[in-house]
């Protein structure tokens, strides 16, 4: 296993694990948002949805071990490139100026990622590691975002979520050496929707949930 | 000294093949007993340090810039010559010695350049094997297109990249080579003196350019590869670091100079557009295959030139030399741009430029087939003249490109010093009087690659070489005459500047011994070049220190170099009194007012011998015997 | 006439690679428009020269945009802000009457400063040593004809192998990587069929190298391609990405 090691651990390699869990985590949102839509057809049809996944039993601990392990890659592998970055230039620039290459989305990735980390230990204590004995967990959602304070956090986080995915999308795709030019543009255009949706998708929920309903 | 320039005898089209078969070997097991130091990694130098690693020998690599990469080959634009004849327009190993011999007006030795043009296709296979992504057409074979002096399309190219594309396979040969730890490469060095022990060249001196400490490295042969020496013009085509020290330091020790009066003139450059310039830029030759050159008919025409009727434009080549019009050689573009300025009609702000004009080629072809031929050469223009060639004519002026003189050789490619190897430009044999478009890639990587590999292997085979180490007294001897050279120059703390004095050397050069030279001014030349030279050594102002990483310590240097050996060149300009390729001596020319040989006197290398400071150089000759080609009368119309 | 123009300078002056350098600041008065910005600095330098001072030491040498030896960054971009442009290109035409330029050396740890702006790059010589090649020996090779090589193929090996090694791609990234750099070597190589053979171990070895001689990741930030002299596209780096995994998880090359 000398070679996993070490065509993993080179620089190529941890991007090739960047890109994967996070493609992995594109995949991830795009069924947890399809899940959390049910919520615009009210109450029933959240609760059942829940329970529909909930029945899936050993399936969906699976599925959440996975979660877990590719947070965790992407996690320790994003904490070391950061800091091997960081180390790559000791002395930095007195004039920092770009030539249109960096977006807000390249520009602050391990920033948005740390953010989306910390989002997410709440958004588990929030809604995954609470006690659901006797309540539903439309009750729960409802009862959280009708604190001012948890839909602004909510909403907050979407935005960063959309930011990062911005150029993680795209990012993917050209880690794994899928840029053609006749594809690129529509890619790129691809990451900027599809990151629009997780914003508005996800991002109207709490709006929704508390004050529309 | 007696020069014999060891040609084999026989018939010109076998003499390499026998010769090889003669030349003594180095058996593979006994190759890496012997220490090869090369110096510069241009075409000649890196080819050569890459192939004589790849056969055994130990070899340590020199050169001036931060990485082999930089030399100035890499500029290179237009393309390299060699007689494949993928055209099928008749080009042969023939027709390409005689193009050369006769662009090089007679000048040249037959022997040299009949091998140059047989090695000429395996450099062009060497070099696509070496993966250089040469042009090539739409089935996928290599493209070929004109250049000056021909009449078949032989160039091979890759955009106006070829130079660059060269240098680098060349340059990854020779990292493959430091990688498997044949070669060992030391960057950052500028060779200021060579060893010569019992009449062999032994070693080298230099100096570390970063620590300024000054190193000795001893060696069973030395291979010199430094280049030309046109920047003695101060504005030349060559990069800021090309220069004549470590060639001249060579003289010094011994080797003879040859014809160092032979030094090309490009036509087509952007002109000088201020005092303050520090280099010319060369518009490739090969944007003659398509852009027509042209100056209004009346002198002082003003007018813009898209303004001036076809009827008041005088297309001179076109007009003079009808059967080879815009692809005369270098010489004689050159010299008529300059005729034409000197008439009055020339155009531009100072009046010395003419127009290289695109108009009718954008019609025929279409604007997307010259930008795919010439963009970047386009867009190098745009960025320095801030005018768009595709609309307006460009404008140009012949610059200092090229010399053909150099260090003499033999049969070789060994200099007058036993032991002591010079390759690519650094060397005179090839070119004659004038090198044509094209060639100098192909003799670079000719004499690296397919050349100095046999020679130097039967050099080594048939010396008994002393054992020597870095510590022998020669060493000590040139480590202090090197160091106290440098103090010297540390310590002068006048009012000028090196620059100062390297911008006037260049104007006495070009206003005296430029492309139209004459007695009078050569000798006038001569007198102000001895007083620069004297003044440098009083008033000239080296800041810094000789501990640390100076580059006016090192340009000062080879200024100095520059000032006695600008005098070396005009002695052999005074001494040939004919005219002939890149040495136009204006009282000897036809009625035509072209150049006008003398084969009787002339036809020989001169060949000049260090005689010790301040003294008259000694002159070698060696007849230049023609049995294959006849000597005639150079005609492009 | 020629516009001239006066500017104020901030250089980066560092004695050795050791020292502690600082922006020191310079008047560059009567600039004409029509000078590159090399000749710029040589005239701030004939200027130090003459009043006693050291002059600022920089790199440079063919002085037409292909040697890959000059480079400094100016205004916080690499060879200045004029697109596909190396700085012995950059004309002063581009900057205005009173403008401030800084002008500070690469930076990058793989990139030790010498002295003022001049730095070493042999860390890309290196990159290059550990199969930036072909194995041909002189003499090896067949007739350049006997393989055609489509001119689609030619033509994208040739905008690769454009890369002038100036390293103003690891000046540009923001995590001063190699990547552009390394993938137009490999890219060139990897498109061609004499580069095949070679192909997996030439993109797992150069690779590695550039890992262990500190340059950073990449991250897809595309500064590097902005700011490339030569224009070198990062869909070399897709291509280098490429050959790394054939390599990595397809070959025998571990």
């Given at each position: 296993m000398n070679w996993l090691a070490g065509t993993l651990g080179s620089s190529i390699g941890k991007k090739l694990m960047m890109a994967l869990t996070g493609l992995g985590f594109c995949g991830f949102l795009a069924?947890?948002?399809?899940?959390?839509?049910?919520?615009?057809?009210?109450?029933?049809?959240?609760?059942?949805?829940?329970?529909?996944?909930?029945?899936?039993?050993?399936?969906?601990?699976?599925?959440?071990?996975?979660?877990?392990?590719?947070?965790?890659?992407?996690?320790?592998?994003?904490t070391t490139l950061f800091y091997q970055n960081l180390k790559a230039r000791p002395?930095?620039?007195?004039?920092?100026?770009?030539?249109?290459?960096?977006?807000?989305?390249?520009?602050?990735?391990?920033?948005?990622?740390?953010?989306?980390?910390?989002?997410?230990?709440?958004?588990?204590?929030?809604?995954?590691?609470?006690?659901?004995?006797?309540?539903?967990?439309?009750?729960?959602?409802h009862g959280a975002f009708a604190n001012p304070g948890y839909v602004a956090i909510y909403v907050f986080a979407m935005i960063v979520a959309a930011i990062h995915i911005s150029h993680g999308f795209w990012s993917v795709f050209q880690t794994l050496g899928a840029n053609h030019v006749k594809y690129m543009p529509f890619i790129k255009g691809v990451s900027i929707v599809f990151s629009l949706i997780v914003a508005l998708g996800f991002g109207f929920l709490p709006v929704y949930l508390a004050y529309m309903v | 000294m007696q020069l014999d320039a060891k040609i084999p005898g026989g018939p010109l089209a076998g003499k390499w093949d026998r010769y090889r078969f003669e030349l003594k070997l180095v058996s593979p097991a006994n190759k890496r007993k012997f220490k090869i130091i090369v110096v510069g990694t241009g075409l000649a130098g890196g080819s050569a340090s890459a192939s004589l690693a790849e056969l055994g020998y130990n070899v340590k690599t020199f050169c001036i810039q931060d990485s082999p990469r930089r030399a100035h080959s890499i500029a290179a634009q237009g393309g390299i010559n060699a007689a494949k004849n993928y055209t099928n327009e008749g080009d042969s190993i023939w027709r390409l010695f005689y193009d050369t011999v006769k662009g090089g007006d007679f000048r040249a030795r037959e022997a040299n350049v009949y091998r140059l043009a047989q090695v000429s296709n395996n450099i062009i296979d060497q070099c696509v094997a070496q993966g250089i992504p040469f042009a090539r057409d739409y089935g996928g074979l290599l493209a070929n297109r004109s250049f000056g002096g021909s009449q078949v399309q032989r160039t091979f190219y890759a955009r106006g990249q070829t130079g660059q594309q060269l240098l680098l396979g060349a340059y990854s040969a020779l990292m493959r080579q430091v990688g498997a730890g044949k070669v060992e490469m030391f960057p950052r060095r500028e060779m200021l003196d060579i060893v010569v022990i019992n009449g062999q060249a032994r070693g080298i001196v230099v100096r570390n350019l970063i620590t300024g400490k000054i190193e000795t490295h001893a060696s069973d042969a030395v291979v010199l590869c430094t280049g030309g020496y046109g920047n003695v013009f101060f504005l030349s085509t060559n990069a800021m670091s090309s220069n004549v020290t470590a060639a001249f330091r060579a003289y010094k020790k011994?080797?003879?100079?040859?014809?160092?009066?032979?030094?090309?003139?490009?036509?087509?450059?952007?002109?000088?557009?201020?005092?303050?310039?520090?280099?010319?830029?060369l518009m490739s030759e090969s944007l003659r295959n398509d852009g027509r050159v042209w100056v209004p008919k009346n002198p002082g025409d003003k007018r813009f030139p898209r303004q001036i009727p076809e009827s008041e434009r005088d297309y001179y080549l076109e007009n003079k030399y009808p059967s080879f019009g815009n692809l005369v050689p270098r010489d004689v573009a050159s010299r008529n741009s300059k005729e034409q300025c000197d008439m009055?009609?020339?155009?531009?702000?100072?009046?010395?430029?003419?127009?290289?004009?695109?108009?009718?080629?954008?019609?025929r072809h279409g604007r997307d087939v010259i930008e795919k031929k010439y963009g970047n050469l386009f867009q190098m223009y745009e960025k320095i003249t801030a005018q768009n060639p595709y609309e307006t004519p460009m404008m140009i002026y012949p610059a200092v490109h090229y010399a053909m003189g150099g260090l003499w050789v033999d049969y070789n490619l060994m200099s007058s010093i036993d032991g002591l190897f010079v390759l690519g430009e650094a060397n005179f044999s090839d070119h004659g009087a004038n090198r044509l478009g094209a060639s100098a890639l192909m003799q670079g990587l000719a004499d690296g690659y397919f050349v100095l590999p046999y020679t130097i292997g039967g050099y080594l085979a048939g010396t008994s070489l002393e054992k020597i180490t870095a510590g022998h007294p020669a060493f000590r001897e040139s480590v202090e005459i090197v160091n106290n050279s440098?103090?010297?120059?540390?310590?002068?703390?006048?009012?000028?500047?090196?620059?100062?004095?390297?911008?006037?050397?260049?104007?006495i050069m070009w206003d005296y011994c430029g492309m139209s030279r004459n007695d009078e001014g050569l000798k006038k030349g001569r007198k102000l070049i001895q007083q620069l030279g004297e003044e440098f050594w009083e008033n000239v102002l080296v800041p810094g220190s000789d501990k640390d990483f100076n580059q006016s310590l090192e340009r000062a240097g080879r200024v100095a170099d520059f000032l006695e050996f600008a005098e070396l060149l005009i002695i052999d300009a005074l001494a040939r009194k004919e005219s002939c390729g890149a040495h136009f001596n204006e009282a000897y020319q036809t009625k035509e007012n072209e150049a006008m040989r003398d084969d009787k006197n002339f036809c020989h290398v001169s060949a000049w011998e260090f005689a010790g400071k301040n003294k008259e150089p000694v002159f070698h000759k060696e007849e230049l015997k023609f049995e294959n080609v006849e000597l005639s009368q150079r005609s492009y119309k | 006439m020629t516009k001239t123009i006066n500017l104020t300078l901030k250089i980066w002056r560092q004695k050795g690679p050791e020292a502690k350098g600082k922006l020191e600041t310079y008047k560059a008065n009567d600039i004409p428009t029509d000078m590159s910005f090399l000749e710029m600095i040589d005239v701030v330098n004939e200027k130090l020269t003459l009043e006693g001072k050291e002059p600022v030491a920089f790199d440079h040498d063919c002085r037409e945009g292909i040697c890959g030896m000059c480079g400094t960054v100016v205004n916080g971009r690499p060879h200045g802000s004029e697109k596909g442009t190396t700085l012995c290109q950059l004309h002063m035409r581009h900057f205005s009457d009173n403008d401030t330029i800084v002008i500070e050396p690469w930076r990058s740890r793989a990139f030790p400063i010498i002295k003022d702006l001049v730095v070493d790059r042999s860390a890309l010589d290196k990159i290059i040593q550990a199969g930036g090649f072909i194995s041909v020996n002189t003499g090896n090779a067949q007739d350049a004809n006997a393989i055609p090589i489509?001119?689609?193929?030619?033509?994208?090996?040739?905008?690769?192998?454009?890369?002038?090694?100036?390293?103003?791609?690891?000046?540009?990234?923001?995590?001063?990587?190699?990547?552009?750099?390394?993938?137009?070597?490999?890219?060139?190589?990897?498109?061609?069929?004499?580069?095949?053979?070679?192909?997996?171990?030439r993109a797992v070895s150069m690779v590695r190298e550039m890992d262990r001689l500190g340059f950073g990741n990449c991250s897809n930030e595309t500064e590097c391609e902005a700011e490339c002299p030569k224009e070198i596209s990062i869909t070399n780096i897709a291509r280098l990405n490429r050959e790394f995994y054939k390599a990595g998880f397809f070959s025998s090359e571990k």
């Open positions: 069924g947890h948002l399809a899940g959390n839509l049910t919520i615009y057809w009210g109450k029933n049809a959240f609760n059942s949805y829940a329970e529909h996944l909930h029945s899936l039993g050993p399936l969906i601990t699976l599925a959440e071990l996975g979660l877990l392990f590719f947070a965790l890659i992407h996690i320790l592998t994003g002395f930095r620039y007195s004039v920092n100026k770009n030539a249109g290459g960096r977006t807000i989305g390249s520009r602050t990735m391990p920033y948005t990622g740390f953010i989306l980390l910390s989002f997410i230990v709440l958004h588990l204590i929030n809604f995954h590691f609470v006690d659901k004995t006797g309540t539903t967990i439309y009750q729960i959602v | 011994g080797a003879c100079f040859a014809n160092p009066c032979f030094t090309q003139i490009h036509p087509t450059c952007i002109p000088v557009h201020g005092s303050y310039q520090s280099k010319l830029t009055g009609k020339g155009v531009g702000e100072t009046g010395l430029a003419v127009y290289l004009d695109f108009e009718d080629a954008i019609k440098i103090e010297k120059l540390l310590s002068i703390n006048g009012k000028r500047t090196v620059d100062d004095f390297h911008r006037q050397l260049g104007h | 489509p001119q689609e193929t030619a033509e994208l090996a040739m905008d690769a192998a454009a890369c002038i090694g100036c390293g103003a791609c690891v000046a540009a990234c923001p995590n001063a990587s190699a990547m552009l750099f390394l993938s137009a070597k490999v890219s060139q190589l990897a498109l061609l069929p004499q580069g095949k053979p070679e192909a997996a171990r």
